[in-house]
């Protein structure tokens, strides 16, 4: 996690006010592995003690193991890890009393 890179920042909350924000992180731009999340306290982020991960790690040793055996009529269908991150940040906030 130390030379991970931020790949996108998610806010939620009124237009124009936002009261959450998930910064998500990844070793590169389509592998997203951790969200931090901040909450808005008097017009200041705080970081809060919690971490939201993405199941990463495990999509490319599967995908790798996978591509071992040399079955290149049928590699796995790469899904948009990106996409998946962002839709996990939004139920996150919407179960923590978002909107």
């Not at 936002?18 to 008097?42: F, H, V």
Request: proline share 4%.
């Amino acid at each position: 996690m130390a030379d991970a890179k931020l790949i996108d920042t998610l806010q939620f909350g009124p237009e124009g006010a936002p009261t959450r924000k998930y910064e998500i992180y990844g070793d590169d731009e389509k592998t997203p592995a951790y969200a931090l999340i901040y909450e808005q306290n008097g017009g200041d982020w705080q970081k809060q003690n919690e971490t939201l991960n993405f199941a990463v790690k495990e999509e490319q040793e599967e995908a790798s193991s996978t591509m071992d055996y040399g079955t290149s009529d049928s590699l796995p269908e790469l899904r948009d890890l990106k996409a998946e991150a962002r839709e996990r940040c939004e139920q996150h906030w919407q179960k923590s009393g978002g909107q």
